[in-house]
């Protein structure tokens, strides 16, 4: 036993030893990628020798290389956006079903606000050859609702996610959300309403519906909001102005117990006092009658 405890310490202290040295005599010095810009994909094709997906894979390795050695380069190595998805295109070229290499374009290499831009082409051809996956369509959405606050685009693409057959349901609250920050409430109705039914009886289907109905209230206000704009020629000051011109015969009760505001800002209704302060609404309260 005491040998064996001897030889373990030994086997340590060398370990030990041999970390030492490394990092103090024979220190291995960092160098910055060097990154060629790639050939066309048609040249790549021709050099490739028809192994076109192992050129794809040495790729896609260099891509990953670069992006995740920063966590351990120094601050002055920077990360060549336009190269790393200029790689990527390649990549999906060469090998056009190679479906990491599109989920890797959307998830790991968006290190960058604009990133999603250079992300897209790429994506979107993923989205034409994979057509009944939801997770492309969903990073897609993701990325401009988190780096761009771009709720239009990334409705859009959340929308292409959930009608997918095995789209799962735990990302239609984001949906539901970029859907109301734009006011499209009719498609916000919709998909609250089909949780709703999806949900077997109890407190949760009551909120569910609650929450279909008050957004079928928006919509319908939204809706006379517009018309008010068009046959007007101005802006609407706040929702007694609906009362007024005729377009709807009352404020409607919200089910879930609070008002309904006109947002300036946004141009939209909104419901709840929270949200109304959160984005500095007209001071304008309808009461519920």
Do not use: C
């Amino acid at each position: 036993m005491k040998k064996l405890f001897i030889l373990a310490l030994f086997f340590y202290l060398t370990a030990i030893g041999i970390n030492f040295s490394s990092q103090t005599w024979f220190k291995n010095p960092l160098r910055d990628d060097l990154r060629l810009e790639p050939p066309a994909a048609e040249a790549l094709e021709y050099l490739s020798l028809d192994h076109r997906g192992l050129l794809a894979d040495i790729l896609f390795i260099k891509a990953i290389q670069h992006t995740g050695s920063l966590v351990w380069k120094p601050l002055n190595f920077t990360l060549d956006s336009p190269w790393k998805y200029a790689i990527m295109d390649r990549v999906t070229r060469l090998d056009p079903r190679y479906y990491k290499a599109y989920l890797f374009s959307g998830m790991g290499l968006i290190q960058d606000f604009d990133d999603i831009l250079l992300a897209r082409p790429i994506l979107e051809r993923g989205i034409e050859t994979f057509p009944e996956n939801w997770e492309l369509p969903f990073w897609l959405g993701y990325d401009f609702y988190l780096y761009q606050n771009d709720f239009v685009t990334a409705s859009h693409y959340l929308l292409m996610a959930a009608e997918k057959p095995d789209a799962p349901k735990s990302f239609f609250a984001l949906l539901l959300k970029t859907l109301n920050q734009q006011g499209a409430y009719h498609q916000a109705h919709t998909l609250m309403s089909k949780m709703a039914a999806d949900q077997p009886p109890g407190s949760v289907k009551i909120l569910y519906e609650k929450k279909a109905e008050r957004l079928k209230h928006l919509a319908r206000l939204q809706d006379a909001a517009k018309r008010f704009v068009r046959e007007e020629k101005r802006k609407i000051e706040g929702l007694e102005e609906l009362l007024r011109a005729g377009l709807i015969e009352k404020i409607p009760t919200d089910p879930l117990g609070q008002g309904y505001y006109w947002n300036k800002e946004q141009g939209r209704v909104v419901a709840g006092i929270e949200d109304h302060l959160r984005n500095k609404s007209s001071p304008t309260f309808i009461d519920d009658p």
